[in-house]
């Protein structure tokens, strides 16, 4: 499934993506299809949560601009 979200943080190798309910997720360079996203773009995505041993991290894969059709 689809997810679509807004970048608020991105340096060219990592950031964060938050959704529509607030979910904030990692944001990785290799797991960008777009080479030419910036924060505050609008994003499509497929998410996935991560579960280690410590922490509980929500997973940004696929990430790419969003067209509205």
């Given at each position: 499934?689809?997810?679509?979200?807004?970048?608020?943080?991105?340096?060219?190798?990592?950031?964060?993506?938050?959704?529509?309910?607030?979910?904030v997720?990692?944001?990785y360079?290799?797991?960008?299809?777009?080479?030419?996203?910036k924060?505050?773009?609008?994003v499509?995505?497929?998410?996935e949560?991560?579960?280690?041993?410590?922490?509980t991290?929500?997973?940004?894969?696929?990430?790419?601009?969003?067209?509205?059709?």
């Amino acid at each position: 499934m689809k997810t679509v979200g807004v970048i608020t943080e991105y340096d060219g190798y990592n950031g964060k993506i938050v959704d529509k309910q607030k979910k904030v997720y990692e944001l990785y360079k290799k797991n960008i299809l777009d080479e030419s996203l910036k924060q505050g773009d609008i994003v499509e995505f497929e998410d996935e949560e991560y579960k280690g041993v410590e922490v509980t991290k929500r997973l940004a894969f696929f990430v790419k601009k969003y067209k509205d059709n």
